[in-house]
Structures are given as C-alpha cells and as structure tokens.
C-alpha cells in the first residue's frame, strides 16, 4: 500500500536503530499510524519530526508498522513552551494510548488540531507576561489551559464511542439539576446522590451542566470535570498509568521543595 501527502501530526518518536526513528502519527483521513522514518536522524526531516507539529506525508508498506516516505511542513512551526509542554504530550499520550490504528477519525482531528492551536497561543501569552505574571494572570491563563484539556477529552469520548450524556441521570433518565450532586458509576452512567456526598468521584449538577454545553465559569467546576472525565478515561486506559501524569506529578513535587 502506498499513500500519497496525508495531512497529519507527529505524535511521538522514538530512535530505532542507528539513524532512524520510528514515528506515531495522527493523519486526517487514515487516522493513527506508526512509520519508520529512516535516516531522519541525519538528515532535515530531524528537525521537522516533532510532537505537535503539522505535516504533509507519505507512507507505504505492509502491516502495522509502514515506512515514512516524503515528508513536509503543513504550516508554520508549532512551539508549545515549556510550562504547557505536558499538556500537549497528555493529548498526544491519549491518542496513542486509545486510538485503534487505521480507523479514520476526521471530526477527532480537527478537535486535535484546535486544542493544539489553543496551546501554542497560549504559549504566546504566556512568553509576553512571563516577567510581570500575577497571581490573577496565572489564575486565568491556568483556567484558559484547563477548558482546552477538558473540551478535548470530552471530544475524544465522543469520537471513540464512550460519551456521557452529562445533562440527564442514568437511571430515571430526568434532566440533571443544577443544585443536585451526582456520582458517575461505571457501566451505569451518573447517579444523583445526597447534597452532602462531597466524595471523591462526585460532581455538582452545575458543574455536569457547564460541562455539557463546554462553558466553564469558575474554577471549581473545572476542578470537577477533570475529576470525572479522570475517572471515565481510566476505564479505557487500564492498569498503565500515563507517563504524561507521572511527569506533572514529579514536577509538582519538585515546585514545592
């Protein structure tokens, strides 16, 4: 099989051999695939395979691992700095983790495509108040990061077949309210429980229903949406945590020493 100029991202390399890498893909119209991309290690496409950036490419071979052919820049380069570097290996991360290989996933993409965009803007911003940073700039700046993470899990969900219904209980199928608390039960969906439960796992309607139309107003909601939406993936992910968490984890630790 040959496949001529894809849109596509580079997900990850890793080095194989001595001058090649192999490379995870995320392609517009053939979803993810893995290539050998020989001799990238010497030659110009060194600089041009790497995570988050757009290319246009060729591949062909048999089976699931194919040889990178031609390979060129599909825009200009993507620089997500270092304090957002590990939310794009996150979205990266997942895609390589729950994205069965060859499956088209076109919508996916362009959800892929405007988290990644969100990240390096922000970037931007964060380059041009990084000397005068105050505690309500980083507030926000932390809160525009969250919403670009949380509408993408959301999305890849969707895409994948494992969506929630975040605005309706499970069992009696009754609109969620905003002033209820709810706990999402795997294999059963989100179950009201007492105004009291504040239990690890449980969510305030208001925060189900910020949620489910993607307009997050304050950073408690926020807070538990990645709660849930943690505990919706980690039924797909399994045992293997992710390397992307362990770093953050590692980083924060070393932030508070």
Known sequence: MRVQLQHAYILHRRAYRNTSFIVDLFSQNRGRISAVARGARRSRNNALIQAFQPVLCSWFGRGELYTLGNIEPAGGYQKINARLVLSGLYLNELLIRLLPKEEPMGRLYDDYAEAVTGLVQLSLCWHEVEDTTTSATYKHLNLLEQKILRRFEKALLEQLGYGVDFSFEANTGQPVCADRRYVFVPNKGLLQTSLDNFSAGCIS?????????????????????????????????????????QLRQMYARQKKR
């Open 205 to 245: 309607g208001s925060s189900l229903l910020a949620l489910a139309n993607e307009k997050f107003e304050s950073e408690q909601s926020l807070r538990e949406v990645k709660c849930l939406l943690r505990t919706i993936l980690d039924q797909y992910l399994g045992d293997r945590p992710l390397q992307s968490r």
